[in-house]
């Protein structure tokens, strides 16, 4: 707002009202002073924001007496502003009370000076010339006129909200909205008529329960043929510019018998409507544009004897007359219901162009794509009651109709030529015009509002059924009854509920619930302050629904009764129905179709469609079953009240089950040029052996037993040739052990099967339970005697060496030829006692932050096991820097990027 003001004062060229200006050196003498004078108020407001006012009350009371009085003067000031800015704007100007109003009413205040100062800013702009009024069309030669498309997609506001009497109040004929039952057709006479009009109004019952009248045109309309040339493809007739045709104001009784004759000399004519729903309950026809090959007419419906259009249903009903209109879905029903016209022989261009499946179905789309017109939708947003019509919405309301026969003969033809192929769905243009009938048949209702189900077209069910709030049984329940206090005050002052309430005002209240009558007024809107006079009721209505809603159900109970009611009613329909099918008892045949509704008349294959025959079977060529005799794999077994002993249980285990034991990391051994001898190999390959074939354990349970049988060898001369016996002799003996166990399981499992299937899962448990039992306790040994063992190798092959030093120096390799016995006892001894202890972690070196020279797992240093360092290599690897200049480097083959650059990024510069 600021801005806007100090805009204002920059384009001040003309006098004030008031001021005479002889010269511009007045003029630029009164903005200097102006400017100044903002300025100084606006810098003495800061300064008075930035004191603490409140203890300045507190300490000097003289000035809390001042501040008082110039609250009040300002208040009294900007309430004259506001009241003069209201009148000018012709708006509801706020009423500022006391200093909480202003924060309250504050958006009302910013609306009003904001609409003041926009229309000074207009009328500065078009006094200096920066823009001016549009100029009424013109015809230009050699092309159609056509506008170019606005600046702004904005809507002026007093195009928009128009703020004019309410044309319905001068109509002869007034509507009732508080009228109930059935709504009656408005029809005096009935022009074209298969059925007289008095047997035409008969009332019946909708799904819905209440009593409705019929569709007075509903046999003409079921029963209408429409014209030839509707079905056939002709030579599109051009529209003509619209300077070379002649539009028609038509605002008279006579003016609307005249365009009836040239009507009935036609064979189709174009219509649209143009409709307000803001400032009245049900709605008002405010304009209708009709449009032949050579002429159009604006008809003005708002009119005190609208009630006489009713003349035109002598072109409106007559079935050789095609009507063509686009998306006609509400302009039947608005015809119905102001008018008491009805459209019979209907050609909607929407839905053709459905079938024709178009990108866009919209007239906009239509324009473009067969006029190259570019239609400026804003105005279907306008106020269409303002009289006189602005000339931007006469030449917007005429262009709906004067290219709409051309477009209609584009589609008709693209539809003949779809109807001459194939088309398994039937001929397109019966599609459209089924679908255009089906929208004439449409029916005006009173509207309705049940305002405890919520259902009725006015109703609140399908709004709250989409919104994502959750209301408990208060907030519901204020909901209902707002609603309801809109819907009545709407049709008593003849206005739209959105009008009185908008619906995010309504859903406000219902949330907040305010508990005093200053909150529920800070709640509404601008717009609607004119509920202050009925602000008390509001309140009170509020109070009385949360004192229902403490005991009544949530918004979600709520949807969950009416849901199980909906399923309820479906299921006894379909109970309703499968009892009249029973009642018929049809057979399979007749309820076979023989079209397919997916593939039509297109046969599955040849077989089906009788163009090849089928292939004769050659039995030779069939291939045979085989069936085997499983009783020869069977075996018997004892009956299954016959009890294992303990001592077989361990014989008949029928799974080896893997005991969870304690782990202990112990430390690796240090390697070292002496340890690589003969007799080191052959030892760490037994212990690999070993590691490997623990997993085999589990269906071997003799192999450890086979390894014992070499443990008396391990005393030989050396380790290598103990160790090759250990390893090489009994692997033909685990082999067949491993073979025996696998049969003895075998036999415990359809042992355990056989008792199973007997009934006796008792005996089946406790012989699976003694066999776990014992296979636990045979594995512990067979552990217990492998170490053993290998303690017995370990320590035959140190005393093998110290025995013979000079045999096992010979078998040493000759990089080791220096060693001694007494450094081989000692890293025996080493060894040994460091597989026997665990390992301490608490005396581990760092693995995250390890010297970039140690190896040793164990923290001991460099690679000879001694803490020493070993041989580096040439080369040393550098470290990885993240911040080395290679980011910006792009793999072989590919460019860098522009932006890319190499080094830290500014952030981490410093």
Excluded at 36 to 60: G, K, M, Y
Excluded at 375 to 404: C, G, N, V
Excluded at 439 to 447: M, N
Excluded at 786 to 791: I, K, N, P
Aim: proline letters at 5%; one cysteine or more.
């Amino acid at each position: 707002m600021r801005s806007r003001l100090a805009c204002c004062l920059r384009k001040i060229r003309y006098p004030c009202v008031g001021i005479t200006m002889d010269s511009s050196q007045e003029l630029k003498n009164l903005r200097d002073a102006v400017q100044s004078a903002l300025v100084s108020v606006t810098r003495a407001v800061n300064t008075l924001a930035n004191e603490d006012l409140q203890f300045q009350r507190t300490v000097h009371p003289t000035v809390a007496t001042r501040l008082d009085q110039n609250t009040g003067r300002l208040l009294q000031l900007a309430s004259g502003v506001l009241k003069s800015a209201g009148k000018f704007t012709a708006q509801r100007e706020p009423r500022l009370d006391d200093v909480d109003d202003v924060e309250i009413q504050w958006k009302g205040v910013v609306d009003v000076i904001d609409t003041l100062l926009e229309k000074s800013d207009t009328c500065l702009d078009e006094y200096t010339g920066l823009i001016k009024r549009k100029d009424a069309p013109t015809a230009e030669s050699g092309r159609d006129l056509k506008r170019s498309k606005p600046a702004t997609d904005r809507l002026d506001w007093s195009l928009k909200r128009a703020n004019i009497l309410k044309p319905q109040n001068a109509f002869e004929k007034k509507t009732d909205n508080l009228e109930s039952g059935p709504w009656k057709p408005l029809l005096t006479t009935k022009p074209h008529a298969q059925t007289p009009l008095d047997a035409s109004l008969t009332t019946f019952t909708d799904a819905g329960g209440h009593t409705q009248y019929k569709h007075p045109y509903e046999d003409e309309i079921t029963n209408m043929r429409y014209p030839e040339q509707v079905y056939q493809s002709h030579e599109p007739i051009k529209y003509q510019p619209m300077g070379k045709t002649e539009a028609i104001w038509v605002d008279t009784y006579e003016g609307v018998l005249e365009m009836l004759n040239e009507l009935k000399k036609v064979t189709e004519i174009a219509i649209d409507l143009e409709h307000h729903d803001y400032r009245t309950y049900p709605g008002l026809l405010s304009l209708m544009q009709i449009s032949t090959r050579e002429k159009d007419w604006i008809v003005d419906t708002l009119v005190p004897w609208r009630h006489k259009l009713e003349v035109l249903n002598e072109v409106f009903a007559d079935p050789k007359i095609v009507k063509v209109l686009h998306g006609a879905f509400m302009d039947t029903i608005w015809l119905q219901r102001d008018l008491g016209l009805y459209v019979v022989g209907l050609f909607d261009t929407y839905y053709a162009c459905d079938t024709l499946g178009y990108a866009g179905k919209s007239l906009a789309f239509l324009l473009k794509k067969f006029v190259d017109f570019d239609a400026d939708k804003r105005y279907q947003l306008a106020d269409w009651r303002i009289r006189p019509l602005p000339d931007e919405m006469f030449y917007y309301a005429r262009s709906d109709t004067h290219y709409l026969l051309y477009i209609y003969d584009m589609l008709r033809n693209e539809l003949a030529a779809l109807a001459a192929q194939d088309n398994p769905d039937g001929n397109p243009i019966d599609r459209v015009i089924q679908k255009s009938k089906e929208v004439s048949l449409q029916r005006y209702e009173h509207p309705f509002c049940d305002s405890e189900t919520g259902a009725g077209n006015r109703g609140w069910f399908n709004i709250l059924l989409k919104s994502p709030a959750l209301y408990n049984g208060e907030q519901f329940a204020v909901y209902k009854a707002v609603h309801k206090w809109r819907d009545d005050v709407a049709r008593r002052e003849d206005e739209s509920p959105v009008f009185i309430m908008t619906q995010q005002v309504l859903s406000d209240i219902a949330r907040i619930m305010p508990t005093d009558m200053k909150a529920l007024w800070s709640l509404l809107e601008s717009n609607t302050r004119g509920l202050k006079t009925r602000l008390e009721e509001l309140f009170q209505v509020i109070q009385e629904a949360r004192a229902r809603g403490a005991n009544g159900p949530t918004m979600l109970e709520f949807f969950r009764q009416q849901s199980e009611g909906i399923y309820k009613a479906s299921l006894a329909n379909q109970v309703k129905t499968s009892a009249k099918v029973e009642a018929v008892q049809l057979s399979i045949d007749d309820m076979k179709s023989t079209r397919s509704q997916l593939w039509g008349d297109v046969a599955l294959n040849s077989t089906l469609d009788g163009t090849s025959k089928a292939r004769p079977m050659d039995y030779q060529e069939m291939i045979p079953l085989y069936t085997f005799d499983l009783s020869a794999f069977t075996e018997s077994l004892p009956e299954p009240a016959e009890t294992v002993p303990s001592a077989r249980a361990q014989e008949l285990e029928p799974e080896p089950v893997e005991e969870d034991e304690g782990f202990t990391l112990r430390s690796g051994r240090k390697r070292k040029a002496v340890d690589l001898d003969t007799t080191r190999a052959s030892e760490d390959e037994s212990a690999s052996a070993v590691e490997t074939d623990e997993s085999e354990a589990a269906d071997e349970p003799d192999s450890l037993d086979a390894d014992s049988e070499g443990e008396g060898e391990a005393g030989s001369e050396d380790d290598a040739a103990a160790h090759k016996t250990i390893q090489g002799q009994p692997k033909k003996k685990r082999r067949e052990a491993s073979e025996a166990v696998r049969n003895l399981q075998k036999a415990a499992r359809r042992k355990a099967k056989k008792l199973r299937e007997q009934g006796d899962p008792k005996a089946t448990k406790q012989l699976l339970l003694e066999a776990k039992q014992a296979r636990r306790a045979e594995k512990k040994r067979q552990k217990r005697e492998q170490r053993e063992q290998e303690q017995q190798q370990q320590q035959a092959a140190a005393s093998s060496s110290i025995a013979n030093p000079l045999a096992a120096a010979d078998k040493q390799p000759t990089t080791t030829s220096t060693s001694s016995p007494g450094v081989q006892q000692d890293e025996n001894d080493h060894q040994q006692q460091q597989q026997e202890q665990p390992f301490d972690y608490t005396r581990a070196a760092s693995v995250l932050h390890a010297p970039k020279d140690q190896t040793d797992a164990n923290g001991t240093g460099g690679s000879d096991g001694q803490g020493k360092k070993g041989k580096r290599s040439k080369k040393k690897k550098e470290a990885f820097d993240p911040y080395a200049k290679k980011a910006g480097d792009a793999p072989v083959g590919a460019r860098k990027m522009n932006y890319e650059r190499s080094g830290r990024t500014a952030t981490f510069k410093k």
